[in-house]
Nanobody
Framework: QLQLVESGGGLVQPGGSLRLSCTTSGFTLDYYAVGWFRQAPGKEREAVSCTGHSDGSTYYADSVKGRFTISRDDAKNTVYLQMNSLKPEDTAVYYC?????????????????????WGQGTQVTVSS
């Protein structure tokens, strides 16, 4: 059974940091693009960051550029999202997802509906 499991969410004060992890089971990440999405209460889900499967391409939403860093450890089947300088507006449920049907090494080429597998989400709350 193919699964993605997120961890690392929690409550943090503004300006703080968290590192989210996305670990797979049932398949290896080597050949797949992986993205992080988030959904705040009352808002649509939005793409936060992604990483390509081969050339290491990455993408960041403008709202997180310079604060968030995506990385992957294929040996551990894990993708990380390091989140620094967190703001209250970063509060959301964060999801990781993987694209299995690869046609481009550039992760931003994939739209949300093209992500085949999704994790259950992890809550990130930024509040003082």
């Amino acid at each position: 059974q193919l699964q993605l499991v997120e961890s690392g969410g929690g409550l943090v004060q503004p300006g703080g940091s968290l590192r989210l992890s996305c670990t797979t089971s049932g398949f290896t990440l080597d050949y797949y693009a992986v993205g992080w999405f988030r959904q705040a209460p009352g808002k649509e889900r939005e793409a936060v960051s992604c990483t390509g499967h081969s050339d290491g391409s990455t993408y960041y939403a403008d709202s997180v550029k310079g604060r968030f860093t995506i990385s992957r450890d294929d040996a551990k089947n894990t993708v990380y999202l390091q989140m620094n300088s967190l703001k209250p507006e970063d509060t959301a449920v964060y999801y990781c997802a993987a694209v299995i049907k690869i046609y481009s090494p550039v992760c931003i080429d994939y739209e949300e509906h093209e992500y085949d597998y999704w994790g259950q989400g992890t809550q990130v709350t930024v509040s003082s």
